[in-house]
């Protein structure tokens, strides 16, 4: 075993090598990116093995070069760069690795500050620190001031004058700031995110389909709602294919909603009514005791809308019955997507009902003038 673990290591590609190939990998990727949307989403172990294959054709030679490849990061995952690539391809342990909309965060900024290529372990790679600042600029879209004043305090901390009396900053330095306020914020929006995502999985089946993320946009961000706008950011950021319909996952889903500002505590607490976790209890108390009444009322509105395919009909059969199991058992710390879900069933089920009234007066009026 001690022997071909000695002729394993003899194969490991030198340090340059492998530089040399990360840095095309990066360059590939974004480049496919672009082209093809797919490219761009895809998980970065897949990209580097796909290009392997078609480098090589033979599966067993490509499989080889791979795993050659593979070991060869892992020797030398003391180097900076080298570490950042091992954790987009998992090779560390569990949440030390990025995720793949990590790792598209990480392409973005080393595409937008044109990242270069180096095989040097003493040199630092600098770029312009005015270039790092202007997509910091852009980054801050999703930061509060204070956030944003702390990365870029951070980055005048490291920022060196070079040859030509340019300040610059290391890539990797700064792309390490970046990736860790992204993933900062990203569990920040995880908070706000899955109480919008349970209140909009009406269902309860894990995902959002199109009607339903149409319907929480609707009634939440009805100040900035447009049918179209919505649907085509639902079409862009649908990840999971399943019984031949687009869906969203709740990791999809909070990478939208901190992008894009979407669906944050104060939209959710404006359109329930509510400023304080005590406004919130009593809320929860009252439609508990409302519910039933609430459920007739529900069931009677279903029945006197007509315009509904039968598909559709049972469909909202089950978010009232998935609503009524969750209203029994809801916690406090629950409260908040149950009683968006029934406010949000509530407009939608009048919506539907106030449409079909003015499909009938329009065909009355049809009549009389015909």
């Known amino acids: 075993r001690q022997m071909c673990i000695r002729d394993k290591l003899k194969t490991v590609l030198p340090l340059k090598s492998v530089l040399k190939t990360i840095f ?22 897949h990209f580097v093995y796909n ?54 965060k990480y392409l973005e900024a080393f595409d937008y500050v044109g990242g270069q290529a180096t095989d040097s372990l003493e040199n630092k790679q600098p770029i312009l620190y005015n270039k790092a600042i202007e997509y910091l600029k852009q980054f801050a879209e999703q930061l509060d001031r204070r956030e944003m ?7 005048d901390s490291q920022r060196k004058l070079d040859a030509r009396r340019q300040y610059v900053v290391d890539l990797d330095d700064f792309l390490m700031i970046v990736l860790d306020k992204f993933r900062k914020i990203l569990s920040k929006g995880r908070t706000f995110a899955s109480n919008a995502f349970a209140a909009a999985d009406l269902d309860g089946n894990g995902k959002l389909n199109l009607s339903e993320f149409i319907m929480l946009s609707r009634h939440i961000m009805h100040k900035l709602f447009h049918l179209e706008e919505a649907t085509a950011l639902f079409d862009r950021n649908a990840d999971l294919y399943v019984n031949d319909e687009m869906h969203m996952s709740f990791d999809k889903f909070t990478l939208m909603c901190v992008e894009h500002s979407l669906f944050l505590d104060e939209h959710q607490d404006e359109f329930l009514g509510v400023k304080t976790k005590e406004d919130l ?21 279903l029945r006197e809308i007509q315009i509904l395919e039968q598909k559709e009909t049972e469909k909202w059969h089950v978010i009232i019955d998935h609503i ?11 409260a908040k997507p149950l009683l968006i879900a029934i406010k949000v069933t509530e407009l939608e089920l009048e919506r539907i009902l106030a449409e079909q009234n003015q499909l009938l007066a329009q065909d009355k009026f049809g009549l009389f003038l015909s």
């Open 24 to 45: 095309n990998i990066f360059v590939e990727k974004v480049a496919a990116g672009k082209r093809d949307p797919n490219v761009r989403d895809m998980e970065m172990s």
């Open 51 to 104: 290009n392997i294959m078609k480098q090589y054709g033979f599966k067993k030679l490509a499989d080889q070069k791979f795993v050659m490849f593979v070991m060869s990061v892992r020797r030398y995952l003391k180097i900076l760069k080298v570490n950042l690539f091992a954790r987009m391809i998992g090779l560390l342990d569990g949440k030390l690795n990025y995720s793949n909309e990590e790792t598209k």
């Open 149 to 155: 004043q702390d990365m870029r305090n951070e980055l």
């Open 281 to 301: 209890r009593a809320l929860l108390q009252k439609m508990k005791y409302e519910w039933e009444l609430i459920k007739v009322k529900q069931e009677g509105r």
């Open 324 to 334: 009524d199991s969750k209203i029994k058992v809801t916690t406090e710390v629950e």
